[in-house]
């Protein structure tokens, strides 16, 4: 179906409850503009993308409007030859966008980066594993403070494999993403590990879902969000255990520090469980940050300020420890503290 | 019970059903002419009137909620409901005055037994109406009024009209617009300020007709420093056609008081029991929400609370029980509108049979709310793979101070937990019941004595059967 046919979602779907189309669509909802591809560049080489008519698999329409408003998409294979690619992303025009389909063959690890001044920012990743496979990649949302960004990404795994999943949202003013995961095969894996940064008046909102369709599979997410100023942070979750689904080992933790009085932070972690022999939790906590740690340091000669800076730090490094790959890791705990000294 | 009645309800005990001696019964399906002969009938005041016609209206235009078991709600066919039935023509104060068929029922059920021996009050709802109410004399002296609803409206209309609708107006959803409209019996309580009802008042509802809708309506208001324990269980007959229960139920903790509301839902499977429940909590008041839900085809009740003054505290302990054909979305909501408000909510569920269990939840933290806390944990148990267990939990924070948890997990029954039982002797059943039993233990630790004995023998029975 395309865009103009299908339904404006409302609030009462959970993945619209806090962002409504309106609010991330470029310009007006009944309008699909032609909006212009971004730069891409790969192992720094510019690279071209594919004309192509790329139909997205779920009908959704945040992923339809990027099908239909950029028929061009970039293929990414990641085989023997290509183990370890980076992607650097550049939003130049007021409105950019730029979809990808990855395909791992073999094990490897991407890195991506995406900068730009721009006012309206749209992305979609397709990425399958291959059987046996590892896959390591890292995204960093680095766009400029006035920005609108939309997000959609699917990631299948199949049989034996496993995606090790790292990302740093920090850029933009308004972050709208739709990251879906479906663990296809028997023994495939997935972790997600996910650090936001909400200061000034930056709303981010990450819609995440876990789908297990198979048995013996196993999934951890966790989403650490740090607000000051009038951040928003939100964080909806849902992890779904199709029937048939036993020994699958899942489990989601939503954590919010709220550094300000003006900050917010929403969760919601929803799970569906339908097979029983499985192990499934979800946790989620708010709190502000602890006085005695910023006493603890401030005993130490940091300022109240930069004890709470280190805090900060320290909160949304801890997402990426569990990061096997030293490439992706280091790509994110580079930009993080970065970001933390500007 | 009959043989036949017991084939007929199988394991549910309370499937029996009596003969219909209805002194009024209204036609089914629902009007404005309804909702104005229900009004009229009771003798109600014109604002009263004026209250339910509005609901009627917001009811009709109403849609039906686009979330939960969508399959389910729209089965509901409203125009085969009968709204008004009364089966006795006053409510009486001995349990010599009611008709024999109905205080058979309530024999059987318990009631007179349990009232003699632990109870301060009693109001006993048949259908429509209250047939049967008590209150201790002690009570009644120090100045507490337990009275069914109508009754309440008629003696204090002033204290119902201040507070009726206050905590959930007739707009806050369509089943409590449908409750406004058509609402009949339920209970009225006011405790005095400083008054400490120490022993539990119970009401007792019971459908005993066909495709009957029940829509009680309870209001509760405890003054300054007082206290009382309300308990409230229901049944009704095993039907092949369903019957609705849409309650309505509010409670009002002034400063320093404390109201706790317990329930132990055990419809029959043929009921959609569809309630809206919510308290608010002054200044150091405590809620708590005490709720088990074992029965119905459909629950969807989430009981609430609203934080308003400092230091207020709420409490829910929510478990249920989803066996085959049945969806127990079942929940609990907390606002912390108010600084150094606490609340702790604790749900468990089982599913067995292709039941479905679902916790949805809120807690919201309002930006004044300073130095709030709160604790959420949901915890669920699978006993076949034909069943599901669904969590909806939103966290909304408004405040940087807040300290909010929380925390889920869906299993089966540990082989460890059973293996040990059953080397000390515990067939595979015992030994999964006490499992079950344990597991629902920090409700039934909540719940009087009496109740919790008979909770757990409902689970027993639920549970028969659930090995092989």
């Known amino acids: ?21 309106k609010r991330v669509h470029p ?28 139909n997205p698999l779920i009908e959704e329409i945040s992923r339809t409007f990027l099908a239909e408003s950029n028929d061009t998409c970039h293929n990414i294979t990641v085989d023997e030859q290509n183990s370890q690619l980076t992607i650097d992303v550049n939003g130049h025009d007021a409105m950019n966008s730029c979809n990808f389909h990855i395909l791992a063959k073999s094990s490897g ?51 034996d494999s496993t995606l090790e999943y790292g ?16 663990l296809r095969g028997e023994n495939s894996s997935l972790t997600q590990n996910i650090a936001v940064y909400c200061s000034t008046t930056r709303v981010d909102d990450h819609h995440i879902e876990i789908h297990h369709l198979s048995g013996r599979s196993n999934s951890s997410l966790s989403v650490k969000s740090a607000c000051s100023d009038k951040g928003h942070a939100i964080g909806t979750g849902l992890l779904a255990i199709d029937e048939d689904c036993d020994q699958t080992d899942a489990g989601q933790v939503f954590k919010n520090l709220l550094l300000s009085d003006q900050a917010k932070a929403e969760s919601i972690p929803e799970l569906e469980v339908l097979s029983d022999d499985v192990s499934a939790a979800h946790g989620a906590a708010s709190s502000s940050v602890d006085e005695e740690q910023i006493h603890y340091l401030m005993t130490r000669g940091f300022t109240p300020e930069d004890a709470k800076a280190e805090i900060v730090e320290g909160f949304l490094i801890s997402s990426f420890a569990k990061i096997n790959n030293d490439t992706t890791r280091q790509f994110l705990l580079d930009a993080l503290s970065t970001q933390s000294h500007d | 019970m009959s043989e036949e009645a017991i084939n007929a309800v199988g394991d549910y005990q309370y499937g029996f059903h009596d003969p219909e001696n209805a002194t009024i019964r209204f036609d089914k399906g629902l009007s404005e002419q309804v909702v104005r002969d229900i009004s009229e009938l009771k003798g109600e005041p014109k604002w009263m009137t004026d209250i339910r016609v509005k609901a009627y209206h917001h009811f009709m235009e109403r849609p039906m909620p686009d979330w939960g078991n969508c399959n389910m709600l729209e089965s509901i066919k409203f125009d085969d409901v009968t709204y008004f039935l009364r089966s006795s023509e006053q409510t009486e104060k001995n349990w010599d005055d009611v008709p024999d068929d109905i205080k058979n029922t309530f024999d059987r059920l318990g009631i007179p037994e349990a009232e003699q021996k632990w109870l301060g009050g009693v109001t006993a709802q048949y259908e ?31 204290i119902v009209k201040k507070f009726f609708g206050t905590v959930i107006p007739y707009a806050d959803n369509k089943f409590s617009a449908l409750n406004t409209a058509v609402w009949s019996g339920g209970s009225f309580i006011y405790v005095p300020k400083g008054v400490h009802v120490e022993m539990p008042v119970q009401a007792y509802f019971r459908i005993n007709a066909k495709n009957m809708g029940q829509f009680e309506r309870t209001l509760i208001i405890a003054d300054e420093g007082s206290s009382i324990h309300y308990v409230e269980g229901c049944t009704a007959p095993t039907y092949s056609t369903d019957s609705l229960h849409s309650a309505v139920v509010e409670l009002i903790a002034m400063d320093g008081a404390k109201i706790r509301y317990s329930t132990v839902q055990n419809w029959s499977a043929n009921v959609y029991n569809l309630v809206t429940k919510r308290g608010i909590a ?6 708590e929400w005490v709720d088990g839900n074992i029965g119905s085809k459909l629950t969807m009740k989430y009981p609430a609370v609203i934080l308003k003054g400092e230091g207020s505290h709420a409490e829910i302990i929510s478990v249920a029980y989803a066996g085959e054909g049945q969806h127990q979305d079942a929940g609990a909501k907390v606002h912390h509108l108010a600084p150094n408000t606490t609340s702790n909510i604790l749900s468990k569920s089982i599913s067995k049979n292709g039941g479905r269990s679902s916790y949805r939840g809120l807690l919201k933290v309002n930006p004044k709310a300073h130095g709030c806390r709160s604790k959420v944990v949901c915890d669920a148990l699978m006993l076949d793979a034909d069943s599901r267990s669904d969590t909806y939990p939103t966290m909304e924070v408004g405040n940087s101070s ?27 059943e015992e030994a999964m019941g006490l499992i079950v039993n344990g597991f629902f233990e920090p409700f039934t630790r909540e719940l009087p004595m009496e109740y919790a004995v008979e909770l757990n023998k409902l689970l027993e029975l639920e549970m028969e059967g659930a090995i092989g």
């Not at chain 1, 310009?27 to 790329?54: C, E, F, L, R």
């Open chain 2, 402 to 428: 807040a300290d909010l948890e929380h925390e889920a997990s869906v299993s089966k029954i540990s082989g460890d937990q059973l293996f040990y039982l059953m080397s000390r002797g515990f067939s595979e």
């Open chain 2, 128 to 158: 429509s109406e209250a047939v049967y109410h008590s209150i201790r004399e002690d009570l009644e002296e120090q100045g507490v009024i337990f009275l069914d609803m109508d009754s309440g409206l008629k003696e204090h209309p002033e």
């Open chain 1, 27 to 54: 310009t007006k909802i009944d309008v699909v503009p032609k909006i212009t591809p971004a730069t891409v560049m790969v192992n720094g080489q510019i690279t071209d993308s594919d004309t192509v008519n790329h």
């Open chain 2, 282 to 287: 002054h200044k150091n008041a405590v809620v």
């Open chain 1, 167 to 182: 990302e740093l949202s920090i850029g933009g003013n308004r972050l709208k993403s739709d990251i879906r995961t479906y």
């Open chain 1, 109 to 159: 690890n991407i890195t991506l980066h995406i900068s730009g001044d721009v006012e309206w920012f749209g992305i979609s990743i397709s990425g399958h594993l291959a059987k046996n496979v590892n896959l390591s990649f890292a995204i960093i949302n680095d766009l400029n403070e006035s920005a609108t960004m939309l997000r959609v990404e699917d990631w299948n795994i199949a049989r």
């Open chain 1, 1 to 21: 179906m395309s865009y103009l046919n299908l339904p404006v979602p409302n609030k009462s779907e959970h993945l619209w409850r806090y962002t409504s189309w």
